[in-house]
């Protein structure tokens, strides 16, 4: 994984929080951390799929390039989209990390992943696949708006989207 520039969160709140124009925006904190790493940033590649992690497991099989894969699960709790196999795919693969808006599974496997991975929560149950979802498009991620191209910076204190690279 590349070495990434130095950059807080909070620095970067601090620098922009008189930003109205919806180029920069904080994601709300409600996502666990699960990857071993905590610290990731790069630009989004996004995922939109419910109860289905067909579009997942083929963008974290891919070259991740340092890339962050944003993940609208819609929210939901009742299947995980992300799991120990996969982890390890993005993390072999060069992803600097998956945020999901859902569940994760295989709590333990992902500690040992050298990738950042957010979730809501954990759930052992897996998705069935029926290759449903769509790649490249515009999210909503617990009510913020995700593009592919924004970059993502996240922290131990939070997860922050910009429209341009920060640092």
């Given at each position: 994984?590349?070495?990434?520039?130095?950059?807080a969160?909070?620095?970067?709140?601090?620098?922009?929080?008189t930003?109205?124009s919806?180029?920069?925006r904080?994601?709300?904190?409600?996502?666990r951390?699960f990857?071993?790493?905590?610290r990731f940033?790069?630009?989004?590649?996004?995922?939109?799929?419910?109860?289905d992690?067909?579009s997942v497991?083929?963008?974290?099989e891919s070259?991740?390039?340092g890339r962050?894969?944003?993940?609208?699960?819609?929210?939901?709790?009742?299947?995980?989209?992300?799991?120990?196999?996969?982890?390890?795919?993005?993390?072999r693969?060069?992803?600097?990390?998956?945020?999901i808006?859902?569940?994760?599974?295989?709590?333990?496997?992902?500690?040992q992943?050298?990738v950042?991975i957010?979730?809501?929560?954990?759930?052992?149950?897996?998705t069935?696949?029926?290759?449903?979802?769509?790649?490249?498009?515009?999210v909503?991620?617990?009510?913020?708006w995700?593009?592919?191209?924004?970059w993502?910076y996240?922290?131990?204190?939070?997860?922050v989207v910009?429209?341009?690279?920060?640092?």
């Amino acid at each position: 994984m590349p070495t990434l520039p130095a950059f807080a969160t909070c620095d970067l709140c601090d620098a922009h929080k008189t930003d109205d124009s919806g180029r920069f925006r904080v994601l709300p904190p409600v996502f666990r951390d699960f990857g071993a790493v905590r610290r990731f940033a790069g630009p989004v590649v996004t995922v939109k799929c419910f109860e289905d992690n067909t579009s997942v497991k083929t963008a974290v099989e891919s070259a991740g390039e340092g890339r962050v894969l944003v993940v609208d699960g819609g929210g939901s709790l009742r299947r995980a989209l992300l799991g120990g196999n996969l982890g390890v795919a993005a993390a072999r693969n060069g992803w600097a990390g998956v945020v999901i808006d859902g569940c994760a599974r295989d709590v333990a496997e992902l500690a040992q992943c050298e990738v950042g991975i957010r979730a809501l929560a954990s759930m052992p149950l897996p998705t069935d696949r029926r290759a449903a979802g769509l790649r490249d498009v515009a999210v909503q991620i617990q009510g913020v708006w995700v593009r592919p191209g924004d970059w993502l910076y996240a922290d131990e204190d939070g997860m922050v989207v910009s429209d341009r690279a920060l640092t």
